[in-house]
């Protein structure tokens, strides 16, 4: 039997989200700043750059563990790239599933199981194949889920800190700064020029944070808990699947988690057996 999971894929697409939200943040400001008679040459400097960026991942370095470091950098790309969540798709899969488990037993799955190509359904199916007991399967895999919040958290995390220590190392450079134009004051025409240009660090460390540090963490956020729901509607599928329930109770369980508006919602209802119905059949 082929299912769609044979010749799944798995695709990304831009988050316009993402792209458009920073290009009107940056764009709002420095449109802003060209308004009331600035020029972008008066935010341009390079020291100020080098104060906050490297002591912004410096300190990241100190706090968060390199491994975690090293797997939050690789995890920019997903900031503006979404991956694919197809739940209605991933049902679908599930229910052909639980046809066949019902029609020819749960062992005819075995085959379909080393096909699948997402890593954590495959180990379920296997799991249910092998005869693993309910529980047993429920804290295997509950376990997996767990751990990759964690992990998922600490990458969204690092983002977070980051966002908190830039502003800080901002205002240490406003502070240096500072002290460079205080060491010429005699010089009174260039003292208002760089007291303007010490500034620029504290620009830096406060927009960086809030344009892109804080925002990136709650993104990733965001993406593990699309990728956790996912997780789950597998796990109850498969759990599903070998308890033998009836494939349309099952699909009446896993559609909770589509995202429809309240018109489909509605549409989906009505067509949904009734829990006589459901209970007449599997009597």
Do not use: W
Not at 170 to 190: F, R, S, T, Y
């Amino acid at each position: 039997m082929a299912t769609p999971q044979t010749k799944k894929t798995s695709s990304s697409r831009p988050d316009f989200g993402s792209l458009g939200g920073l290009l009107l943040a940056f764009g709002g400001i420095l449109g802003g700043l060209v308004m009331d008679g600035g020029k972008i040459n008066d935010i341009k400097q390079v020291s100020a750059g080098m104060i906050v960026f490297g002591g912004t991942i410096g300190a990241l370095m100190l706090t968060t563990p390199l491994g975690v470091l090293i797997n939050a950098a690789k995890k920019l790309g997903s900031i503006f790239f979404e991956k694919a969540q197809p739940v209605a798709e991933t049902i679908e899969i599930l229910i052909g599933y639980a046809t066949q488990a019902r029609k020819q037993g749960i062992v005819s799955l075995e085959q379909e199981a080393a096909k699948v190509q997402d890593p954590f359904m495959r180990k379920a199916l296997t799991l249910a194949v092998d005869g693993m007991e309910l529980s047993q399967i429920r804290s295997i895999m509950e376990l997996e889920i767990e751990l990759v919040e964690q992990r998922g958290e600490a990458e969204a995390k690092a983002f977070e800190t980051a966002g908190g220590y830039s502003p800080t190392i901002g205002i240490i450079g406003a502070v240096l700064g500072l002290m460079q134009v205080m060491k010429n004051l005699a010089n009174i025409d260039e003292v208002g020029k760089g007291i303007a240009g010490a500034f620029v660090a504290t620009v830096y460390g406060v927009g960086i944070a809030n344009l892109f540090f804080l925002p990136a963490g709650g993104k990733l956020k965001a993406r593990l808990r699309a990728e956790l729901q996912i997780r789950e509607l597998i796990l109850e599928g498969v759990l599903a699947i070998v308890e033998g329930l009836n494939p349309k109770l099952i699909r009446t369980r896993l559609d909770a988690y589509l995202e429809q508006p309240a018109p489909a919602k509605k549409k989906a209802s009505a067509e949904a057996p009734s829990a006589a119905s459901v209970a007449a059949v599997e009597g």
